[in-house]
C-alpha cells in the first residue's frame, strides 16, 4: 500500500460509500469469525500463522507452497518425459539443464541439490494441468467451454462428455491453488488468516491475479481461433444471465448486447453516449489493440493475400499438440452460504483430517467452488444480487479432474495403494473401474477445516469412460469423447453418484467389454 498504511486506514475513508476504498475484515459465514484484511499493508499467500503476526501484514508469500499445489509428478515437454527428482541424471537433457544452472547466479545454491525438484521448475509443467488446458481447446460448444454451470441432459444439454469441464472451473481452481485454504482460527481475538487470491472480493488485489486472467484471456483467444463458427446466441439455458447493475436478470444474452459502460467509438451519426461494445465487437483479441503469440491472423495469409484459416488452425494446433498434449464432480454452488470449498480427489488413501494437501501424492486433483457470500461484496445488507439470485434459483456448478495422467503413473510405476496394496494392472477399463472402485476417495474443506457430509448433500461425484483419439498429425487437434458413467465406482457411497441423480442421459452406463 502507498506509505506503507493499512488496507483499512481512515485515510481511503469517503462520506460517499462508491468512493470509500477501505477494506473492512471480512467474515467468515459465522459473525464470531473474520478474517482481518483491514490490518494488510500487501497482498499474501498460503498464511500459516494462528492469528494476525507481521508476515501477513506486510504480505507472506509462500510461492512454494503455490508450486506444490499446481503440480502432481512432472513432465518435461522437450524431452516428452517424466522427470523423477531422486534420479535427475537418467533425464536425458541433464546435462543441458545443469548448464542452464550453472549459467544461472541466482541457482548457484540448488545446483547441488539435484534431488529437489524445486531445481528444476523453469522447464517442467504439471502434466494434468497441461492436459486440462488442452482438453479445453478441443472442446466444440461455447457454453460447454464456458461456464461450469450444470445443466442436466434432460434440460436440454447440447453435447455429451464436457458436461462438467469448463474455463470457469480451471479459472477457480487457479484461485485456489495461488490463494490457500484459511490458517488456523485464533480463538482469542477471533481472527483467521487467508491468501487474498482465495476470496472473491480481494483476489484482484494480488498480483498474480493479473497473470492469472491474462492466461486465462488467451485460452479464450485461443480457443476462438479454434472454433470461430461456435458462439453464444440465446438458445442455450445457461445464456440466462443472473443480472448485474447493468443487466436485468433472466434477461436472454446475445453477442449484441450493450456491455455497460463499456464505451466505444460512435459508428457516424451514432450518439457517443449510446455507442458500447459488445461480445460480438470483441470476439477477436485484436479488435482491442493487442494479440498472443500465435494467434495474429496477418501471419497466416495466402498468396492472394487473404486470411488462410485451414493454415493458421494447423499450425495453432500443432503448437498446442507440442506445448500441452499429454472424475466428474458436481454440487450446489452455495451449498455452504456461499462459502468457498474445495472438493478434494483422491487416488490411494486420503489424510485422516484436514488440511489437505499435495504431499504424499495421493491428491490428485481439486474442484475449488470460487464463490462468496452474498452479503460479502458490498457494504449494504442487501450484498451480491447476482449472488443471492444464484442462490435463490438453487445454482449449481461442476467441475473435472482428469485422472488420466495420474493413473498412468501408478501403472507405469506400479505403485502399491493403501490398505488394500492395489496395483493398477493396465490402463484398460476392466482394471481401472476395480482399482479406482477400492482406491478413489473425495474429500470436502472449507475455511481449511474438513466438512461433514451433512453439509453438503448435493455433491454427486461420479466418473466417466471415454476414448482419445490422438493423430499422428501434429496439426490436428486430439478428440476426447465417448464418455459413458461408470457408476460402479461411486454408487452407494457418501457422496458419489448413481443414475438417479441425471447427471448423464438415462440408461448410460460402462459395461465391462465397452
Not at 502434466?127 to 482438453?135: E, I, M, P, T, V
Request: one cysteine or more.
Amino acid at each position: 500500500m502507498p506509505n506503507g498504511i493499512n488496507m483499512g486506514h481512515e485515510s481511503l475513508a469517503n462520506e460517499n460509500k462508491l468512493l470509500d476504498l477501505r477494506i473492512t475484515p471480512s467474515p467468515i459465514n459465522n459473525p464470531i469469525y473474520t478474517i482481518p484484511f483491514d490490518q494488510c499493508i500487501a497482498t499474501s499467500r498460503y498464511p500459516t500463522a494462528k492469528g494476525v503476526d507481521e508476515a501477513w501484514v506486510n504480505g507472506l508469500q509462500r510461492n512454494d507452497s503455490v508450486e506444490k499445489a499446481l503440480r502432481d509428478y512432472k513432465w518435461d515437454p522437450a524431452g516428452n518425459v517424466e522427470f523423477d527428482p531422486e534420479h535427475p541424471e537418467k533425464h536425458p537433457d541433464f546435462g543441458n539443464m545443469t548448464a542452464r544452472l550453472v549459467n544461472n547466479q541466482a541457482n548457484q545454491a540448488d545446483l547441488a541439490k539435484f534431488g529437489n525438484i524445486l531445481t528444476y521448475t523453469s522447464y517442467l509443467m504439471t502434466a494434468s494441468l497441461r492436459d486440462a488446458f488442452y482438453r479445453l481447446t478441443t472442446m466444440e460448444d461455447f457454453e460447454d467451454f464456458a461456464t461450469k454451470k450444470l445443466l442436466p441432459y434432460e434440460k436440454g444439454a447440447k453435447s455429451q462428455g464436457y458436461g462438467f469441464a469448463s474455463a470457469e472451473n480451471l479459472h477457480d481452481n487457479m484461485h485456489g491453488w495461488c490463494g490457500g485454504e484459511l490458517a488456523e482460527r485464533d480463538e482469542d481475538t477471533k481472527h483467521q488468516l487467508r491468501g487474498h487470491m482465495s476470496h472473491v472480493p480481494l483476489a484482484a488485489f494480488d498480483p498474480i491475479f493479473w497473470l492469472h486472467h491474462y492466461n486465462v484471456d488467451r485460452l479464450i483467444a485461443i480457443w476462438q481461433t479454434l472454433h470461430e463458427d461456435s458462439w453464444f446466441d440465446g438458445s442455450d439455458p445457461r445464456d440466462q444471465d443472473g443480472g448485474t447493475f447493468a443487466i436485468e436478470k433472466n434477461h436472454i444474452d446475445k453477442p449484441t448486447d450493450k456491455l455497460r459502460p463499456f464505451h466505444k467509438s460512435a459508428a457516424p451519426g451514432e450518439d457517443p453516449k449510446n455507442a458500447y461494445w459488445t461480445s460480438e465487437d470483441g470476439r477477436q483479441v485484436t479488435a482491442l489493440g493487442y494479440t498472443y503469440l500465435g494467434l495474429k491472423r496477418s501471419h497466416y495469409l495466402k498468396s492472394n493475400g487473404t486470411y488462410d484459416r485451414d493454415g493458421h488452425v494447423a499450425a495453432l494446433s500443432r503448437s498446442l499438440n507440442i506445448g500441452y498434449n499429454s472424475a466428474w464432480a458436481a454440487a450446489a454452488k452455495f451449498a455452504l452460504g456461499g462459502q468457498s470449498f474445495t472438493v478434494h480427489i483422491f487416488v490411494g488413501e486420503p489424510p485422516s483430517s484436514a488440511p489437505y494437501t499435495f504431499e504424499g501424492g495421493w491428491q490428485v486433483g481439486q474442484v475449488f467452488n470460487f464463490s462468496t457470500e452474498p452479503s460479502d461484496l458490498s457494504a449494504s445488507p442487501a450484498g451480491c444480487g447476482n449472488c443471492q439470485t444464484q442462490q435463490l434459483a438453487g445454482a449449481e456448478s461442476s467441475g473435472r479432474v482428469v485422472l488420466t495422467n495420474a493413473l498412468i503413473t501408478r501403472w507405469k510405476n506400479q505403485i502399491g495403494h493403501q490398505p488394500t496394496g492395489d496395483v493398477l494392472a493396465s490402463m484398460e477399463p476392466a482394471d481401472v473401474v476395480p482399482f479406482l472402485r477400492g482406491n478413489l476417495h473425495w474429500r470436502v474443506s472449507s475455511l481449511g477445516e474438513g466438512i461433514a457430509w451433512d453439509r453438503l448433500p448435493s455433491l454427486k461425484v461420479s466418473v466417466a469412460v471415454g476414448k482419445a483419439k490422438h493423430h499422428a498429425d501434429r496439426s490436428k487437434l486430439s478428440e476426447f469423447g465417448d464418455y459413458v458413467p461408470a457408476f460402479q465406482i461411486t454408487e452407494g457411497r457418501v457422496g458419489g453418484a448413481s443414475p438417479a441423480d441425471g447427471l448423464y442421459p438415462e440408461g448410460d452406463t460402462w459395461t465391462e467389454g465397452q
